[in-house]
């Protein structure tokens, strides 16, 4: 499949909360997941960064995700996930979204998770996740929700354009 085009901030489907995959083994869900390991493959070989990529970002309303960590850790799809428990912990970072690529924004989020999802085959899955694979899995579930980054700003000064935070602010 060839890769899709990411929407941008500001296209209102991004805003929107998408709908339970009924059917995790079908064709069109089979066709998503590849499409978005297609597109998330294209713009991490384009930018040089990417790890995670979420269905409503190519345009489909559906509870999907794809996440590739390299050079170690999980690779596949996330289907209907949901954060079942998340520490009391929390840590902060630069957020960035391929939906608005030169844009950073400072988040708050849980130190450690757990997600229930379906695999490919709809087997029932939990994934426990600490850290940096911790926070993209809540970005990813927040795509899912309508909500984007940009929403969990810690606070109105918590936004750095790529350049700036590649000069300043990188740690």
């Not at 079942?84 to 391929?98: I, K, T």
Request: net charge negative; proline share 5%.
């Amino acid at each position: 499949m060839p890769n899709k085009e990411i929407l941008q901030l500001g296209n209102p489907l991004l805003w929107q909360k998408s709908a339970e995959v009924d059917n995790a083994g079908a064709t069109e869900i089979q066709d998503v997941v590849r499409d978005l390991s297609d597109t998330l493959s294209a713009f991490r070989e384009a930018t040089g960064y990417g790890r995670g990529i979420s269905a409503p970002q190519i345009g489909i309303l559906k509870r999907v995700i794809f996440i590739r960590m390299h050079p170690s850790g999980y690779c596949g799809p996330l289907i209907n996930p949901s954060i079942v428990w998340a520490s009391g912990s929390r840590f902060e970072l630069w957020d960035d979204c391929f939906s608005f690529p030169d844009l950073l924004v400072r988040v708050s989020r849980a130190a450690e998770i757990r997600v229930g999802y379906q695999d490919d085959r709809g087997s029932l899955k939990t994934l426990e996740a600490e850290g940096y694979l911790s926070e993209l899995l809540q970005h990813e579930v927040d795509h899912l929700d309508g909500v984007l980054a940009v929403q969990r700003a810690i606070s109105p000064q918590a936004f750095a354009t790529r350049s700036e935070w590649e000069r300043r602010l990188r740690s």
